[in-house]
C-alpha cells in the first residue's frame, strides 16, 4: 500500500481513498497499525479542521433521522458532511448490523455527505477505539462537519465528548420520570439538549420536557467554557424538519464563542494528551490479551484465584512483578 499516494487522494477528497483509509485504522492487525499511523503523520501537517459534532441519546429517540435530517440542511448551506455512526456490537458474536445507511437513504446519496457506520466493537461507551483516527481522516479530506453518533446514554459515553467539539443530547418527549434516568454525568457534559419529535400530538409534551431540561440545567455548576445561556435546551423535530435552523444557529454561536476566547483549541488540546494517554493504556492491556508468556501467565494466576488459592491482590501483585512493574 502506497501510503503517500492515499494520503494525496485523501487530500484531494477521494471518497474512495477515505473509506480505504477508514479500514485501515479500524484493523487491529500490526502491520496495518504501522500503515495507519503513517498516513496519519503524512496528513497532520495540513491542518484542516472541521466542527466536530458528537451525539448521544436514548434507542428509538430518533437520533438517525435526525441526522439525516440535520445533515441534509447543512449540505444545502454548501457544507460537506461527514457521519460517523458506531452501531452496537454483539458480545457474543462481535458482529454489528451496521444498518445506518440504510436508515439515512437520502443522506447516504447526498455528493455533499458521506457515511460511515463502525461496529463499537464492546469499546467503553459505544465509540468505536478508532473514531479518533476517522475523525481526523474526514477532516484531512476536506469535511466541514462531522458527526459522532454513538450507542445510547450512559455514563461511559462521556468517552465521545473527548472527540468532539460540541456535545449534543437528544432526548424523547413523554419518556415517563426520564429526566431521573438520565446521568448526572452526562448532563454535566452535554453543551445542548434537544428534545426529538416535537410535533403532532407530541409537541406540547415536548414544550414541558424541554422546560424540564432547562430548570435541570440551570441547577448544574457553571462551567467555564460557557458563555451565558449555556448549556441549553430546545425543542426539534426531525420529521417535520422544524428547529434545526435554530439549532444549528446555536451551535454556531457556542463554538464561535468559544474560539474567541480560547477554549476551542485548549480543548483540542487537552484531548490530544486524554488520547495519548489512553492509547498507552490500550497497548498495554492488548499485551495481556496477545498469545505469549503474559496471556499465559494471566490465565493461571486467574485459575488460582478462582480456585481460591490466592487472594486477587496477591496475584495482580504477582502479574505485575512479572511485568516489572510495581502496584505502589
Known amino acids: 500500500m502506497n501510503i503517500t499516494d492515499m494520503g494525496d487522494r485523501i487530500l484531494a477528497g477521494d471518497r474512495r481513498a477515505l473509506a480505504r483509509a477508514i479500514t485501515l485504522v479500524e484493523s487491529g492487525r500490526a502491520d496495518h497499525r504501522e500503515q495507519a499511523t503513517e498516513l496519519l503523520e503524512y496528513l497532520r501537517p495540513c491542518g484542516r479542521q472541521g466542527l466536530r459534532i458528537g451525539l448521544s441519546g436514548t434507542p428509538g429517540v430518533g437520533k438517525s433521522t435526525f441526522i439525516e435530517s440535520f445533515g441534509m440542511m447543512l449540505t444545502a448551506l454548501g457544507l460537506r458532511v461527514a457521519v460517523l455512526a458506531v452501531d452496537p456490537s454483539s458480545a457474543r458474536s462481535g458482529g454489528s448490523i451496521l444498518g445506518d445507511k440504510t436508515r439515512m437513504e437520502r443522506l447516504s446519496r447526498d455528493p455533499m455527505a458521506f457515511i460511515r457506520p463502525s461496529p463499537s466493537q464492546s469499546h467503553l461507551g459505544g465509540v468505536a477505539r478508532r473514531t479518533r483516527e476517522a475523525v481526523a481522516l474526514c477532516e484531512a479530506s476536506g469535511f466541514d ?50 428534545v426529538n419529535k416535537a410535533d403532532g400530538d407530541l409537541k406540547p409534551v415536548a414544550t414541558r420536557t424541554q422546560a424540564d431540561y432547562a430548570g435541570a440545567l440551570r441547577l448544574l455548576r457553571k462551567r467555564p467554557q460557557d458563555p451565558e445561556g449555556f448549556p441549553k435546551a430546545m425543542c426539534v423535530s426531525a420529521l417535520e424538519e422544524n428547529g434545526l435552523q435554530t439549532a444549528w444557529d446555536e451551535m454556531q454561536t457556542l ?15 487537552d484531548q490530544a ?4 494517554e489512553e492509547e498507552v493504556r490500550q497497548t498495554l492491556l492488548a499485551q495481556l490479551t496477545a498469545p ?7 490465565q493461571a494466576l486467574g485459575t488460582e484465584v478462582a480456585a481460591g488459592e490466592t487472594t486477587p491482590s496477591l496475584a ?12 505502589g
Open 316 to 327: 495482580a501483585q504477582e502479574m505485575l512483578k512479572t511485568l516489572g512493574l510495581s502496584d
Open 145 to 194: 462537519i462531522i458527526l459522532i453518533e454513538t450507542v445510547g446514554v450512559g455514563q461511559s459515553e462521556t468517552v465521545v465528548a473527548e472527540m468532539s467539539d460540541l456535545f449534543i443530547l437528544l432526548m424523547a418527549p413523554a419518556g415517563g420520570d426520564e429526566l431521573q434516568g438520565v446521568k448526572r454525568g452526562i448532563m454535566e457534559i452535554a453543551d445542548i439538549i434537544l
Open 292 to 298: 505469549g508468556p503474559l496471556r499465559d501467565k494471566m
Open 255 to 269: 463554538s464561535g464563542w468559544r474560539r474567541e476566547q480560547g477554549f476551542f483549541d485548549q480543548r483540542r488540546a
Open 273 to 276: 494528551r486524554y488520547w495519548f
